[in-house]
Nanobody, 127 residues
């Protein structure tokens, strides 16, 4: 069992930066691939980034490549999402999620393939 708690959201102007954190409890964190998703009002939840258990493998949705960076610190049971160059269209509730698999694997961009979810943190980017 893994419990996830996100933090670090807030209000920022376009072009600004935020770093989201996702603290995990549970003994298996270092064995879990992790993902970040977001959901804007009236839209479906969409994939943002994923990272394998060691942090050596990452992947991003095209719209955030070059602006967002996902990382993890297994000693601290925490995964991060550094967001730079924020745009108004990045406004959403951001969720972290864990998979029982160790590697990013296939269908990493499908929310249904993740087993544990946090409660989300709001990110609002003003123009």
């Amino acid at each position: 069992q893994v419990q996830l708690v996100e933090s670090g959201g807030g209000l920022v102007q376009a072009g600004g930066s935020l770093r989201l954190s996702c603290a995990a409890s549970g003994r298996s964190f270092s064995s879990n691939a992790m993902g970040w998703f977001r959901q804007a009002p009236g839209k479906e939840r969409e994939f943002v980034a994923a990272i394998g258990r060691t942090g050596g493998s990452t992947t991003y949705t095209d719209s955030v490549k070059g602006r967002f960076t996902v990382s993890r610190d297994n000693a601290r049971n925490t995964v991060y999402l550094q967001m730079n160059g924020l745009k108004p269209e990045d406004t959403a509730v951001y969720y972290c999620a864990a998979r029982r698999t160790s590697y990013i694997g296939s269908a990493y961009d499908t929310a249904g393939n993740y087993d544990y979810w946090g409660q989300g943190t709001q990110v609002t980017v003003s123009s």
